[in-house]
Every structure is written in C-alpha cells, then in structure tokens.
C-alpha cells in the first residue's frame, strides 16, 4: 500500500504526522510511503533523512496513496485531491468540521484520531490528546514565562529578595499535571483546582497545593462518574458559586494563571471572568490554553496577546504543541503508527473492521456515509 504524507496546509501548524522512525517502520512493514517535499522542514525532518530510510520525495503526496496521514484534516481543495476509496488519519475536529459530507460523497474513510476512548487500555499507544497536552502543558509554562518580567524561583541576593513567582494551574488533565510539574521545576508556588476531587493527590504528588472546593455527596458521585471517561463533569450552580469564589481569590493574589479545560463537543467552560481579572497585579500573565475552543477566560482571543487596562497580560496562543514540533510530530507519529497497525489484519491485509472497538469510535465517514453524531 502506498502511504502519502502531504504538508501541512492550516497557518501555524508545523507538525507533520510521519517521522523518519515509523517511515522506517511502514516500509519494513512492506508499504511505500511518498512524503511531499518539504513536508517536515518545520519540524526539523529534512527530505533526505526520509529519503535515507527509503521513502520517496515527491511533489504531491496525494496522487496514487491509498492511505493519507496528517496532523490536520484535508480541508477545501485538499478534499477534492483525494481518490474514492482512500483512508484519511488525521484530527478531523468531527465536532466543528463543516466538511464531513464532502468525504462522505468521495468515498473516503476518515478516521478521527482525537476520538479515541481514553477508557480502552490497549488505546493508549494511540493517544494524539494526551502526548500533545502533554507537551501543551509543559510549554504553556514557558511561554507564559517569557511574557512574565519577574523571576519564577526565590532568590536570596546581596541587594535584596526576590520573591517566587505565585503560579494557579485549572485543570489538572495531563496538560494541567506537566504544567505545575514545570512550573514547580522553575521554582514557583504552584496552587491547582480541578473538577475530579481525585486528582487532588495528584497535584500534592507533584509539590502543588489543591485549592480544595467543598461538593456534595451527589456532586462527588457526578465527579466520579465522568473520572472514568476521563472528562470532566457539568457541575451544579452552588459548586459553581463556590468554585468561583475560591478561584477568584486564588486568581486574585497570582503572578501566572494557567486554564486548560476543555469539554468535547462542546465550547471551553469559562472559568475566569473579567471582574477576577481586573483584581489581579499588574505585569501579572494569564495563558488560555482553550483559547481555540472558545476560551477559559472572559477577554481571551486567539492568536492574540491581549493587555487589560490593569495591566493583566492574557495570552491566547492557539495550537501550543505546535510550538514544540520536532517532538510533538515525534510522539504523534509514534500514536498513528500504533493506530494504523490496527487496520492490518494477520496477513498484513487492509481491512477495515467495524466491529473493532477502536476503528468504530474513530471512523466519522464510511462508504458514502458520515457516521459521526454530533449530538
């Protein structure tokens, strides 16, 4: 089977969903692979490091490939360069995407990697949400770092103390959990809150301090529930009144605030509001790593650096593991590769098998038809 690996076509997005490694691993496995020239410059993989390990350079990757890879779906144009019967694996952003249709009328079969059950164990190896939050997480520090004009760690010097930087993480999924591991490395005071009580021992695990939000039993049982999807929950207006009150104060008194909440299918829950804003310090910075899906933060705007008039950085940069692309491509290939065995049967045979736990909750459009419900 040929396997084509075009360039990246959405602005900003510099990752590319093959590497040398598990180009390496397709052709020992007995397929072609054609990568679009260039494809991978920006992720640090020049044409011939492919070329060495036997993939073939061309000018596009979508002519005779019978399988496409990406980070992001085709979109417009790229759609139409695509043969009947072709298998697209990709983030396809099903809930968003306007153009699941226009896959379906072509015969494809497309394959959406971020609806992976995060509660399958044999999954894990495939998981494109958790490896890119991960980085998400560790580089949001960085950046909201470089924007912050005070020290992150205490500093003991002969003119004087310099205090540690107060640094408030909510959400504490894996990008949540790699950012106070970050931020405590930098030597900050890292405070967390999240919707599962159970993460709790988590954040104290890493040296952070648990804002702590009191839930009644039903709220508990709630919490509880969604913790085994490995989502949040939609909690009950008295939560959501204490929540706010502890967060306001908590947000209030910090140097850096990073959200990372986001809920699939539906728009980013807004957890800070202009009013918890305009009591923080000036010079203090905010990074809504939601920004993309609607944003954590009243006053948040993708792609954008936004200064309030108290002086609040808030910081909306969208598609962070971009960012890091050299090792985001590195684990998102390493989780398509994983994936893309499953499609293989015993004698190496491409099969779609819809019976599989796994292919059927990522398939979004199947002979003719777009299998993904939005409801």
């Known amino acids: 089977m040929q396997i084509g690996i075009p360039t990246e076509t959405v602005v900003g997005e510099s990752r590319i969903a093959a590497t040398p490694e598990t180009v390496k691993k397709f052709i020992s496995a007995g397929h072609s692979v054609v990568i679009q020239r260039g494809a991978g410059v920006k992720a640090a993989f020049i044409d011939s490091a492919y070329e060495q390990v036997g993939a073939t350079v061309t000018d596009d990757a979508y002519t005779g490939s019978q399988l496409i890879l990406k980070v992001r779906a085709p979109k417009g144009d790229e759609i139409q360069k695509l043969s009947a019967n072709t298998t697209v694996v990709a983030m396809f952003d099903p809930y968003r995407n306007t153009e699941l249709d226009q896959f379906a009328n072509q015969q494809i079969s497309a394959f959406a990697l971020e609806l992976l059950p995060r509660t399958l164990s044999r999954g894990q190896s495939m998981d494109v949400l958790s490896s890119q939050a991960n980085l998400a997480g560790y580089k949001s520090v960085l950046l909201a770092a470089a924007e912050y004009q005070r020290m992150f760690p205490m500093l003991m010097t002969a003119a004087g103390t310099v205090k540690p930087a107060r640094v408030v993480i909510m959400g504490v999924g894996v990008a949540g959990l790699q950012a106070i591991a970050t931020a405590k490395r930098l030597g900050a005071i890292v405070e967390a809150t999240d ?68 809920l699939p299918g539906r728009d980013a829950p807004r957890l800070i509001r ?85 292919q059927k909750a990522l398939l979004v459009t199947h002979s003719g038809q777009v299998l993904f419900k939005r409801g």
């Open 274 to 358: 202009a009013e918890t804003v305009a009591k923080m310090k000036p010079g203090s910075v905010i990074l809504d790593m939601a920004v993309e899906s609607g944003g954590n933060v009243e006053g948040s705007v993708s792609g954008e650096n936004v200064v309030t008039e108290n002086g609040v950085k808030i910081l909306g940069i969208p598609n962070i593991p971009a960012t890091v692309s050299t090792e985001a491509s590195s684990l998102y290939a390493r989780n398509v590769f994983n994936f893309v065995e499953t499609l293989f049967d015993q004698d190496k045979n491409f099969k779609i098998n819809q019976e599989d736990e796994i």
């Open 195 to 262: 919707l599962r009580p159970t993460a709790r021992d988590q954040v104290e695990s890493l040296g952070g301090k648990w804002l702590d939000v009191p839930m009644s039993d039903e709220e508990k049982q709630k919490a509880a529930d969604a913790a085994k999807n490995g989502y949040g929950w939609m909690p009950g207006e008295q939560y959501i009144q204490d929540q706010a009150a502890i967060v306001d104060k908590a947000v209030s008194n910090a140097d850096i605030v990073i959200t990372t909440a986001l």
